[in-house]
């Protein structure tokens, strides 16, 4: 690192002689007083500055150097400072549930200061002495507006319901927060879902990904064609800000290439939407998972037959096709070490159970015995035609029959072979559990299946090379010395057990997955 500072200094030195000095609060000198650089301090971790300099954003080791000015953070008295900003379904409850149990399991103590409806922050203190060594500032909005907080460099992390959208992403590396849709730019706290909801008197019981599209377009207006009363539909969204109604308007009308209709009711919060809906026969609305209220969750199906409800296990595995991760995205630079543990924090056990606590659903895998996917099994014995579909069931029931199944799955961007972006975060969380010790002297096995679009050897070839992948990414993520304790292999059975229809664009993206079986 002296080396490095060294080089860095000698390279400033270079461009400092000869240019004007301008409006700064701190000025950083080399202990030999040899060298400065002066700037607009725009950060200190407790062990490197970030500095804005007439040479652009700088992030110097504070070992090598001395502050001066009115800028300059206190050293011996350091607080660690985050802002973060963005969705109001995150940060009302989840992330200060975390932060509180993050100060509870390193002995500090948290106290909530409400400043108006919209900002808060956590003090983190000492229990002995009562000295600040943390806040973390909090701004709940929307997804939108933390993307907007973070690129005029008003926040340090982003609560986001969906993904970082290519506006934003490009915007983003222009500032220079680097790639954020990298997996180490990104991680998912929780999960939950888009769950359509209908009044607990309406009769309709289920309806597909592409009828809500059409719903939502305003092309079926009417609930007769889906089987209910000759009444008109009523369709309620949150508010266009909100992360889960950009979600819908993403992952359900852009893909089928339509808009949203004219005349939806928006509502402020979850809890409002779910109440209108609740008390409207009429009417329809796409509800986070976690705040449906009294309303009724419709199953997602298709024309084959098969259903899709939402609830926390189809949700943890992703089967359920509308999952929708809560992100917080971590720009490309230097946070304070009580920050970087926090976020290390948030993968652990402890910050699991929090999570379940809170009303979302968990990333911790489970394992799920045989017995617990008869609906699963059920369709595979629906699909199975002639003596090589009855084959290949029965070579999958005996390899998996001794296995238990876990709740961790992986799936792949559409038309893309990279993961999405649930399963990138899934690499880490399981990479996390390896390094634990969690399935030491056990076999994780990577099985792929694939949809029924196309000759069955092909996509049985395909489904292997997917599970080849996750098992890859599994490997390159883990410690070396962790990956002797246990036996990672791959196994595939293409098209055998489909989880939805093939005859739609969703169907076939939920079918396309490798799941882990464990012994």
Known sequence: M??????????????????????????????DG??????????????????QTQYGELTVDGSGVLCEGPGCPSLTNYVAEVSISGSSTVGEVLMPALVEGFALQNGLKAERIKEDNTHFEYVLSETEGGSPVGRFHFRVSSTDEGF???LADEADLVMALREIRPGELALAAEVGLGRLDDVNRSRVLALDAMTVIVSPMNPVSALSVSDLARILSGEIDNWRTLGGEDAPISIHMRDAQSGIAQAVEDRVLRQARMSLADGVHRHPTN????????????AIGVASYSEIGNSKVLALSGPCGFQLRA?????????YPLTAPMFLYIPARRLPKLVREFLAYTRTGPAQIITRRAGFVDQAPEEISLNAQ?????????????????????RMMDTLAPLRRLSTSFRFEAGAARLDAQSRSNV?????????????GRQLVFVGFSDGAGPADGNLRIAQQRAQVVKQAIETTVEASSLSQLVLATDAFGEAMPMACDDTRWGRQVNRRVEIWVR
């Open 428 to 440: 880490q969380q399981l990479a996390h559990a390896i390094e634990a010790g969690v399935y030491d």
């Open 148 to 150: 907007a907080d973070l």
């Open 34 to 51: 040899a060298i400065e650089l002066s700037g607009t301090l725009l950060g200190f971790d407790g062990e490197f500055y970030r500095v």
């Open 271 to 282: 809890t409002a939407l779910a109440q209108a809906v609740a008390e409207d026969q009429l």
């Open 2 to 31: 002296k080396h490095l500072c060294a080089a860095l200094w000698a390279a400033l030195f270079l461009f400092v002689t000869g240019v004007s000095a301008w409006a700064d609060d701190v000025t950083l000198r080399s202990r």
């Open 374 to 394: 008869g609906d699963r099994f059920a369709n595979a014995i629906r699909v199975a035609e002639g003596e090589d579909g009855l084959g290949s069931l029965k």
């Open 311 to 319: 609830n926390r296990l189809t949700i943890k595995t992703e089967d």
